[in-house]
C-alpha cells in the first residue's frame, strides 16, 4: 500500500562505481521528482517529469541519468559515484499537470554512501 | 530563488505556540509547508495559494501574505508530536513544476 516506493533505501558503494536506484508510485500521479537531501538537511530538486516528459533539469552533473518508462516510474542512474554524491535521495510525486502547486508526496528516501 | 526561513531552530515545551517564517524575494504563486522527522521522508502539511488565505492542518495552521511575499506556519499548544523540521517550499507563477525549498526550522518540543 505504501504510496511512493524507492529501492534500496540504502547503498554503500565505493567512488567510481556506478549505481540506480528505482522509484514506483501508486497513486496514479502524473509528476514525478528526484530531490538530494545533503548533510545539512538542505532539500534541493533535481529532475522532474510530468507524463515521462522532462521538465526539470537542474543544474546536476550530466553522471546523473534520470528515465522514465512510465508515468508511474521514475528511475536514477548515476556513473563514476564520487564522495560528494553522499546524500539521500528523495523520490516523489504529485497529480495534475502543474506539479508544483499539488502536494508532492515523498517516498522513504535512499540513503547512498559512497566509500 | 531559495526561500528563507527563520528561525532556524525553536525549543518548545509542550503547550507553547511557535511561529515559523517563509519569506522570498520574488512573486510567489504558492507555498508548500512540509515537515520532516529524523531519518524519515517529508510529509506534506498544506498549501496555499495566493490570495492570502490561511489554511489549518490539526492545530497547526499557515497565512500566506502574498504582498510581503512571506508565509507563517503557526505552532499552537504544541505537541511532543510536532517535533521535526519544518520545510517551505515556493513556487514562482512563471515555473508550474519546481518547488524550492528553504533550509528549514528544526523544532523540538520536550514534555
Known amino acids: 500500500d505504501t504510496a511512493v516506493s524507492q529501492t534500496p533505501k540504502y547503498l554503500v558503494t565505493q567512488m567510481g562505481n556506478d549505481k540506480s536506484i528505482k522509484c514506483e508510485q501508486n497513486?496514479?500521479?502524473?509528476?514525478m521528482y528526484w530531490y538530494k537531501q545533503d548533510s545539512k538537511k538542505f532539500l534541493k530538486i533535481m529532475f522532474s517529469?510530468?507524463?515521462?516528459?522532462?521538465?526539470i533539469n537542474e543544474t546536476v552533473p550530466n553522471r546523473f541519468s534520470p528515465k522514465s518508462p512510465d508515468k508511474a516510474h521514475l528511475n536514477l542512474h548515476i556513473n563514476s559515484l564520487e564522495l560528494g554524491d553522499s546524500a539521500v535521495y528523495f523520490c516523489?510525486?504529485?497529480?495534475?499537470?502543474?506539479?508544483?502547486?499539488?502536494?508532492?508526496?515523498f517516498g522513504d528516501g535512499t540513503r547512498l554512501s559512497i566509500l | 530563488q531559495q526561500p528563507v526561513q527563520s528561525p532556524q531552530a525553536v525549543i518548545l515545551r509542550e503547550g507553547e505556540d511557535a511561529v515559523i517564517n517563509c519569506s522570498s524575494s520574488k512573486a510567489l504563486y504558492s507555498v508548500h509547508w512540509y515537515r520532516q522527522k529524523h531519518g524519515e521522508a517529508p510529509v506534506f502539511l498544506m498549501i496555499?495559494?495566493?490570495?492570502?488565505e490561511q489554511k489549518g492542518h490539526e492545530k497547526i495552521s499557515a497565512s500566506f501574505n502574498e504582498k510581503k511575499q512571506q508565509s507563517s506556519l503557526y505552532l499552537t499548544a504544541s505537541q511532543l508530536s510536532y517535533s521535526g523540521t519544518y520545510f517551505c517550499g515556493t513556487d514562482l507563477p512563471s515555473n508550474d513544476y519546481k518547488l524550492s525549498f528553504g533550509a528549514g526550522t528544526t523544532v523540538t518540543v520536550r514534555a
Open positions: 497513486l496514479g500521479h502524473d509528476t
Open positions: 517529469y510530468n507524463n515521462k516528459e522532462l521538465i
Open positions: 496555499l495559494l495566493k490570495g492570502g
Open positions: 516523489a510525486s504529485s497529480k495534475g499537470g502543474l506539479g508544483a502547486h499539488q502536494p508532492q508526496h
